[in-house]
């Protein structure tokens, strides 16, 4: 089936040919003309604190999740006309203001950009607001499409990388460490991913090379700050690059003219990045107030986010009675979560590594048991008992409770770790506009609720929307 765009695969539209993309690309543009307003060369303020517009823009950086395309080249037109197209509405700036101008980025990295389709692992971009004088950093999520982002950033955390491998001139003072400052191999492949994407549009330039180039202009102001911003994944990123870019300054000098003062790195949601030398190395790092290149560390975290619990023991084992309140703990869930936790053994040693949030951790105040995720969730599965009884599948009645409340965990784990944010942080106007900007320019047109639970099947390996809710049950 086709409405002369392309051809229709599945949920996901597809373009013909090459003459196809350049058809929407121009629709596009039209789109973009038709819909926003022109900017005007004053600038205007938001009503969002400038915590929030950081927040908001890293929000912005996740655009690309789960949407695939045929090509890393539609991949990165749609990811750069998503985020210009949020930055001109007149809704968004009146959140975060209207002068905030990309500078670099944002940038997409495919690892597998030759995929019959191709998804983004990771993505970064480069903001500057010069009404507030401040640049933002914002590094994107995992994207629940990307393999490489699970299996190889997220996941891979059986072996450490020391901090002075990463950064050789590191100054490590003795601050009577107990282990050696060091990150994860997934963090490390998530950090050099960043390090080295280069924007096309920048004589290829890497974002710190850009970053130099601008803060080197006459015409740039001093005493600058300098936010590096991310959610989840981009959570543990971002204060990793963060402390990276101040360790480096010595040596690989992108702020020559000191008019950078502040890196304030604000990760929300982020799992572990390091070991307890690592949390102990940053925490002194950023207590150090003598030094010209100021490093400042505010990290926040919904306590019913299961995410920000990895991979440190102490918070880990509580995962599995997280929502037992509302959820019966099992089996299953227990041996995920045991399963996580031998994940993190040192593959070497076979001990668990050390793994500890830096400080201040801070707890969003605000949180809640989301019944309407949970029932819709439960109601998916309300019929499946006669379903099965009709096919003579009855036998495997006895699973069914255990995969229900696996699949309402995971739910209410996905809200939590998504959605709670929007409004726990004060951002629903600035996430539910930013929606209906980005959705038709999407590939795919599926539902809110159609998009949730193809993630969540993708999570649990379950066909989620072949389960029709029970009849007559509501399904907000």
């Given at each position: 089936m086709s409405d002369g765009l392309g051809e229709v695969t599945g949920e996901i539209q597809y373009p013909d040919s090459n003459a196809d993309f350049e058809l929407i690309n121009v629709s596009l543009v039209i789109i973009k003309l038709n819909s926003f307003a022109e900017k005007t060369t004053m600038s205007t303020p938001?009503?969002?604190?400038?915590?929030?517009?950081?927040?908001?823009?890293?929000?912005?950086?996740?655009?690309?999740?789960?949407?695939?395309?045929?090509?890393?080249?539609?991949?990165?037109?749609?990811?750069?006309?998503?985020?210009?197209?949020?930055?001109?509405?007149?809704?968004?700036?009146?959140?975060i203001g209207s002068d905030w101008q990309l500078i670099w980025g944002p940038c997409v990295h495919s690892n597998n950009p030759n995929s019959v389709t191709v998804v983004a692992d990771n993505v970064m971009m480069l903001l500057y607001s010069q009404s507030q004088n401040a640049y933002v950093i914002a590094i994107a999520g995992t994207n629940i499409d990307s393999m490489y982002g699970w299996f190889q950033e997220d996941f891979q955390v059986n072996t450490v990388v020391d901090w002075t491998t990463v950064v050789p001139d590191a100054k490590i003072p003795d601050i009577d460490r107990i282990v050696t400052p060091a990150i994860s191999v997934g963090t490390n492949n998530g950090l050099q991913i960043l390090l080295g994407m280069e924007d096309t549009t920048h004589d290829n330039n890497t974002m710190l090379t850009e970053l130099g180039n601008w803060l080197s202009q006459a015409t740039t102001t001093s005493n600058a700050t300098i936010a590096v911003a991310g959610h989840s994944l981009g959570g543990a990123l971002s204060p990793v690059l963060a402390l990276y870019m101040h360790d480096i300054v010595s040596s690989i000098n992108w702020n020559s003219d000191n008019k950078i003062d502040t890196?304030?790195?604000?990760?929300?949601?982020?799992?572990?990045?390091?070991?307890?030398?690592?949390?102990?190395?940053?925490?002194?790092?950023?207590?150090?107030?003598?030094?010209?290149?100021?490093?400042?560390?505010?990290?926040?975290?919904?306590?019913?986010?299961?995410?920000?619990?990895?991979?440190?023991?102490?918070?880990?084992?509580?995962?599995?009675?997280?929502?037992?309140?509302?959820?019966?703990?099992?089996?299953?869930?227990?041996?995920?979560?045991?399963?996580?936790?031998?994940?993190?053994?040192?593959?070497?040693?076979?001990?668990?590594?050390?793994?500890?949030?830096?400080?201040?951790?801070?707890?969003?105040?605000?949180?809640?048991?989301?019944?309407?995720?949970?029932?819709?969730?439960?109601?998916?599965?309300?019929?499946?008992?006669?379903?099965?009884?009709?096919?003579?599948?009855?036998?495997?009645?006895?699973?069914?409770?255990?995969?229900?409340?696996?699949?309402?965990?995971?739910?209410?784990?996905?809200?939590?770790?998504?959605?709670?944010?929007?409004?726990?942080?004060?951002?629903?106007?600035?996430?539910?506009?930013?929606?209906?900007?980005?959705?038709?320019?999407?590939?795919?047109?599926?539902?809110?609720?159609?998009?949730?639970?193809?993630?969540?099947g993708k999570a649990v390996g379950v066909a989620l929307t072949a389960i029709e809710p029970a009849a007559g049950a509501q399904n907000p």
């Amino acid at each position: 089936m086709s409405d002369g765009l392309g051809e229709v695969t599945g949920e996901i539209q597809y373009p013909d040919s090459n003459a196809d993309f350049e058809l929407i690309n121009v629709s596009l543009v039209i789109i973009k003309l038709n819909s926003f307003a022109e900017k005007t060369t004053m600038s205007t303020p938001g009503s969002y604190t400038l915590e929030n517009q950081i927040h908001s823009l890293s929000l912005l950086s996740n655009v690309a999740f789960g949407v695939p395309f045929l090509s890393s080249g539609a991949l990165q037109t749609y990811v750069t006309t998503a985020v210009k197209a949020c930055l001109q509405d007149t809704t968004i700036q009146s959140c975060i203001g209207s002068d905030w101008q990309l500078i670099w980025g944002p940038c997409v990295h495919s690892n597998n950009p030759n995929s019959v389709t191709v998804v983004a692992d990771n993505v970064m971009m480069l903001l500057y607001s010069q009404s507030q004088n401040a640049y933002v950093i914002a590094i994107a999520g995992t994207n629940i499409d990307s393999m490489y982002g699970w299996f190889q950033e997220d996941f891979q955390v059986n072996t450490v990388v020391d901090w002075t491998t990463v950064v050789p001139d590191a100054k490590i003072p003795d601050i009577d460490r107990i282990v050696t400052p060091a990150i994860s191999v997934g963090t490390n492949n998530g950090l050099q991913i960043l390090l080295g994407m280069e924007d096309t549009t920048h004589d290829n330039n890497t974002m710190l090379t850009e970053l130099g180039n601008w803060l080197s202009q006459a015409t740039t102001t001093s005493n600058a700050t300098i936010a590096v911003a991310g959610h989840s994944l981009g959570g543990a990123l971002s204060p990793v690059l963060a402390l990276y870019m101040h360790d480096i300054v010595s040596s690989i000098n992108w702020n020559s003219d000191n008019k950078i003062d502040t890196i304030h790195a604000w990760p929300t949601a982020g799992p572990t990045p390091g070991n307890e030398g690592f949390a102990l190395y940053y925490g002194y790092v950023a207590g150090n107030t003598t030094s010209s290149l100021q490093l400042q560390y505010t990290s926040k975290y919904n306590p019913l986010d299961v995410i920000p619990q990895a991979w440190q023991t102490s918070t880990l084992v509580n995962i599995p009675g997280f929502y037992s309140s509302n959820i019966p703990t099992d089996t299953t869930l227990g041996s995920l979560v045991l399963g996580a936790f031998i994940n993190k053994l040192n593959s070497t040693t076979h001990l668990p590594i050390s793994y500890t949030q830096v400080q201040p951790w801070t707890s969003i105040n605000g949180s809640a048991f989301d019944i309407e995720t949970d029932t819709k969730m439960t109601n998916r599965f309300t019929g499946l008992g006669d379903l099965l009884s009709a096919v003579d599948a009855s036998a495997l009645s006895t699973y069914q409770p255990d995969l229900t409340n696996l699949v309402r965990f995971l739910a209410q784990m996905g809200y939590q770790h998504t959605t709670a944010y929007t409004t726990m942080l004060g951002l629903s106007v600035f996430s539910d506009q930013m929606e209906q900007i980005i959705k038709p320019l999407e590939p795919s047109h599926l539902s809110s609720i159609d998009i949730h639970l193809d993630a969540l099947g993708k999570a649990v390996g379950v066909a989620l929307t072949a389960i029709e809710p029970a009849a007559g049950a509501q399904n907000p």
